[in-house]
């Protein structure tokens, strides 16, 4: 069970102190020249994900491993792959590097290839509805293999009384192990920036419908 960062204050933060913990945090990606405002709300995002984890961090300790997903390797060169994927987490990675934090890759690179690879098939057009539906089976066959595989390397790299951090999009779907506190940490410019985008998706469709 998930508990909202900003009921961390009424919790009995002693009570997690022992346990393994994870400090889940939504994955933001923004364009490399955002439209309007969208820089200063991923901005904001990030600044405010970090004040939080330092929060988390001072009441139940240091983040010992780092999860990241779209990386399917560790050490530094996972990090030069976060920073080049997104320099927002990167961010958030690389001061807890430096303090000592391990990043744990969780992709296995072959499902991550084809989970991607399925992907773009869905988002190419396809005109054949029984081609369509055969390439969705496949994608959430790989998609589950995938969240499956994710949950089996955190369970095997937190330890006792550790805290992790996962950084992933929003609507995974992974089942984490019940012996790990999950800390869903949702700022609120996470609202802001999923506001923008419906506006900005309907802005979209308006023009296209005049």
Same mark, same amino acid.
């Given at each position: 069970?998930?508990?909202?960062?900003?009921?961390?204050?009424?919790?009995?933060?002693?009570?997690?102190?022992?346990?393994?913990?994870?400090?889940?945090?939504?994955?933001?990606?923004?364009?490399?020249?955002?439209?309007?405002?969208?820089?200063?709300?991923?901005?904001?995002?990030?600044?405010?994900?970090?004040?939080?984890?330092?929060?988390?961090?001072?009441?139940?300790?240091?983040?010992?491993?780092?999860?990241?997903?779209?990386?399917?390797?560790?050490?530094?060169?996972?990090?030069?792959?976060?920073?080049?994927?997104?320099?927002?987490?990167?961010?958030?990675?690389?001061?807890?590097?430096?303090?000592?934090?391990?990043?744990?890759?969780?992709?296995? !690179?072959?499902? $991550?290839? /084809?989970?991607?690879? #399925?992907?773009?098939?869905?988002? &190419?057009?396809? +005109?054949?509805?029984?081609?369509?539906?055969?390439?969705?089976?496949?994608?959430?066959?790989?998609?589950?293999?995938?969240?499956?595989?994710?949950?089996?390397?955190?369970?095997?790299?937190?330890?006792?009384?550790?805290?992790?951090?996962?950084?992933?999009?929003?609507?995974?779907?992974?089942?984490?192990?019940?012996?790990?506190?999950?800390?869903?940490?949702? !700022?609120?410019? $996470?609202? /802001?920036?999923?506001? #923008?985008?419906?506006?900005?998706? &309907?802005?979209? +469709?308006?023009?296209?419908?005049?």
């Amino acid at each position: 069970m998930a508990e909202e960062l900003g009921r961390i204050e009424r919790l009995p933060v002693d009570s997690y102190r022992t346990g393994r913990k994870l400090f889940f945090v939504p994955l933001v990606f923004a364009p490399r020249e955002p439209e309007g405002d969208l820089q200063e709300l991923v901005t904001r995002y990030w600044d405010q994900v970090e004040a939080h984890l330092s929060n988390l961090e001072a009441k139940l300790g240091s983040v010992n491993k780092i999860y990241h997903e779209l990386v399917p390797i560790g050490g530094e060169e996972g990090a030069k792959a976060i920073e080049s994927l997104n320099p927002w987490s990167y961010r958030i990675v690389q001061p807890r590097l430096g303090r000592g934090a391990q990043l744990q890759p969780i992709e296995e !690179p072959e499902l $991550l290839a /084809e989970y991607t690879d #399925w992907g773009k098939c869905l988002a &190419s057009g396809l +005109q054949s509805q029984a081609a369509i539906a055969k390439v969705f089976e496949l994608y959430a066959d790989v998609q589950k293999r995938r969240n499956e595989r994710m949950a089996e390397q955190i369970d095997k790299t937190l330890e006792d009384s550790e805290a992790g951090i996962l950084l992933m999009r929003e609507g995974h779907q992974v089942q984490f192990p019940a012996s790990i506190q999950v800390f869903y940490v949702a !700022p609120p410019a $996470l609202d /802001e920036i999923k506001r #923008w985008v419906r506006e900005r998706e &309907s802005t979209v +469709q308006n023009s296209g419908d005049s």
